[in-house]
């Protein structure tokens, strides 16, 4: 199942987001890994600041009980203060929908 959303990293701090996601946790990777995620990845659009996610995974069950791990509420913990966030500092993310996919090959 492929998925996609949109975020915003605020003014000012694309650096520092691109920064603390390189290298991303071993122990967040490892929890992505282990509730089916297969690809994921995060794209800047630098005039909107804008963020764009694309993630290949197992399941939508799956994908939403990465958020009551304890290792992705540190994560947006540490994250909040360069994106715009809910309450309890989950990021604020549109999801899209698919109009099109071609497997080439």
């Given at each position: ?7 915003r ?7 520092e987001?691109?920064k603390?996601?390189n290298?991303i ?9 282990s509730h089916g995620v ?16 694309y993630a ?8 939403q009980?990465?958020a009551?791990?304890e ?7 540490y994250m ?7 309450e ?7 999801n899209?929908?698919?109009v ?5 090959g």
């Amino acid at each position: 199942m492929r998925i996609a959303f949109k975020m915003r990293v605020k003014k000012g701090c694309e650096t520092e987001y691109e920064k603390r996601h390189n290298p991303i946790w071993l122990e967040l990777k490892q929890t992505l890994f282990s509730h089916g995620v297969q690809n994921y990845s995060i794209f800047l659009d630098e005039e909107t600041n804008q963020l764009f996610a694309y993630a290949e995974i197992e399941s939508w069950q799956k994908w939403q009980q990465i958020a009551d791990s304890e290792v992705c509420k540190k994560w947006w913990d540490y994250m909040a203060p360069l994106m715009l966030c809910h309450e309890d500092k989950s990021p604020i993310s549109i999801n899209l929908k698919e109009v099109f996919h071609i497997d080439i090959g």
